[in-house]
C-alpha cells in the first residue's frame, strides 16, 4: 500500500505543472489561467514579462476569478482544453 502510494506521488511530481492566476470563470467547468513569466532579454539584459492563457477543466466548478492555482498536463479534454486544476494555491479577497 504505502509503495503504491509512493509511486503516484513520483509519478504526480512528473506531469508538467504550471502556476498561474484564473482570469476567466464564465465557462462550465472550466476556467482561464493567466501565466506569466520573466524571461531575460539575451542582449539588453532587462526582463520581460511573458504570459499565456491556458484552459484548464474543474470539475467541481469551485474555482474563481482571482484566485492563483496550480494546474497540471492532462489528456485532450476539449479543443483547447488541455489542462485540468490540480489545487487553489491562494483564493482571492473577496470584499
Known sequence: MNAEKQVKEAQKSLQHTLV?????NKMTKTVTVLV???QKHPIYGKYIVK????HAHDETD???EGDVVEIAASR???R???????????EAIVI
Request: glycine fraction near 4%; proline fraction near 3%; aromatic fraction near 6%.
Open 51 to 54: 504570459s499565456n492563457k491556458y
Open 62 to 64: 469551485a474555482v474563481n
Open 20 to 24: 498561474g492566476k484564473v482570469v476567466s
Open 76 to 78: 485532450p479534454l476539449s
Open 80 to 90: 483547447t482544453k488541455t489542462w485540468t486544476v490540480t489545487r487553489v494555491v491562494k
Open 36 to 38: 506569466e513569466r520573466r
